[in-house]
């Protein structure tokens, strides 16, 4: 049986080209910008946009996991005011985590006002808008928050639901001004790849399984 693994295992090749680039889509992605740069000076793969945009969206993804809400919507359209013009459920989603971090700070006169000047007219135009805006305002009914039954909207969980979201919006808008398409170049090699990994993962199970039975 060990044999045979060996023998299928010996026919199915993942170019390391291949597996460079699934790496370095990653880094890009996910925003690493210095693991891109030595990424790129160690192996010579290059990346599909440059360090500098990298930098300049994971500046607006550490502002939203920081809490600073505020900054990073300002960065977003110092970067490309289209990207929350164009995207109203990530802009309701970024002003919801505004009402947050409000909430959180304790600044319950200027949450509620933000709520009913800035986030109610939104939720008359967006039945789902308007559920998830009663949900956050239904926090300013606990006196201890962190044993109600909606504290998840405390939790950095959802400030990184939310700085994933506002990075995946800038990436792809990026890629489409450089006439790019890393989102789903990296799907699709990746897909490639899991194919293959899951097939030997596969044969590795029925070798398992195999020696399991054969020694029981």
């Known amino acids: 049986m060990r044999e ?4 299928r295992l010996s026919h199915i090749r993942i ?14 992605t996910e925003g690493y910008a210095e693991a891109v740069a030595k ?3 160690e192996t010579g793969t290059e ?4 360090v500098a945009m990298i930098m300049d969206r994971m500046a607006v993804k550490k502002a939203v996991q920081c809490g600073n809400v505020e900054d ?3 960065k977003v359209n110092d970067l490309n005011p289209e990207i929350l013009d164009t995207n109203p459920e990530l802009f309701f989603h970024l002003q919801q985590q505004r009402l947050i971090e409000l909430i959180r700070n304790e600044k319950i006169e200027e949450a509620l006002e933000f709520a009913q000047e800035e986030l109610a007219p939104r939720g008359e135009e967006n039945q789902s808008f308007l559920e998830e805006l009663e949900r956050t305002v239904s926090l300013l009914v ?8 909606l504290r998840e909207l405390l939790d950095i969980s959802q ?3 939310t700085a994933n979201e506002v990075n995946a919006a800038i990436l792809t808008s990026q890629s489409h001004e450089k006439g790019l398409n890393t989102i789903n170049n990296f ?22 399984l195999a020696s399991y039975l054969f020694n029981k």
């Open 187 to 208: 799907r699709s090699l990746s897909l490639e790849i899991v194919r293959k990994l899951v097939y030997l993962l596969a044969l590795a199970q029925n070798i398992i």
């Open 15 to 28: 170019r390391k080209e291949d597996m460079n680039k699934l790496v370095m889509n990653f880094l890009v």
């Open 159 to 161: 400030r990184l639901k």
């Open 4 to 7: 045979e693994w060996e023998k």
């Open 142 to 149: 606990f006196k201890d928050v962190s044993n109600c039954p």
């Open 72 to 74: 990073a919507i300002e």
């Open 47 to 50: 990346p599909d946009m440059d």
């Open 39 to 41: 990424f790129q000076m």
